[in-house]
């Protein structure tokens, strides 16, 4: 199972547009665009940590979680299904000094991509620090 980091930007999707589309257990359908996979593409089972980058976004930061049910190569779309801490993310994405330096460490290759392979050595540090910022 691989971990994966969907990186968002406001001006092409506004944080309330995203409010009102995901909530937990919803399954949505999403393009990759500028991908940044290790050596695999997402596959059923993996997990997706939603991010919205800072550059123009008055609340930036984590804001969601889902599973991957499938990821369609030929279009570049993957379909998933919003997990809780989900719909509390989005109201207050979990952004402090911890969670910037894990973004940067996954984003060490580029700060445009759409999805990054998240390293196993920063899945915990990324997994607990989630759901203590979202008091699960």
């Known amino acids: 199972m691989s971990r994966w980091l969907y990186q968002m930007s406001e001006s092409r999707w ?3 547009e995203y409010r009102d589309l995901v909530r ?3 399954e949505l359908t999403w393009g990759t665009r500028r991908r940044f ?14 991010y919205y980058a800072p550059s123009g976004c008055d609340t930036p930061g984590i804001c969601g979680l889902g599973v991957v049910l ?4 030929k279009t570049r779309r993957i379909v998933w299904v919003a997990l809780p801490p989900t719909d509390k993310l989005k109201r207050r994405p979990w952004w402090d000094e911890r969670v910037e330096e894990i973004i940067d460490l996954i984003r060490k290759s580029s700060q445009r991509g759409t999805m990054y392979s998240v390293p196993a050595v920063l899945d915990t540090d990324l997994r607990r620090g989630l759901f203590t910022w979202a008091g699960e």
């Open 24 to 26: 937990e257990r919803r």
């Open 70 to 73: 499938k990821y369609l190569p």
């Open 14 to 16: 506004p944080t309330k």
């Open 37 to 50: 996979f290790a050596s695999e593409a997402p596959a059923p089972g993996d997990l997706i940590f939603l």
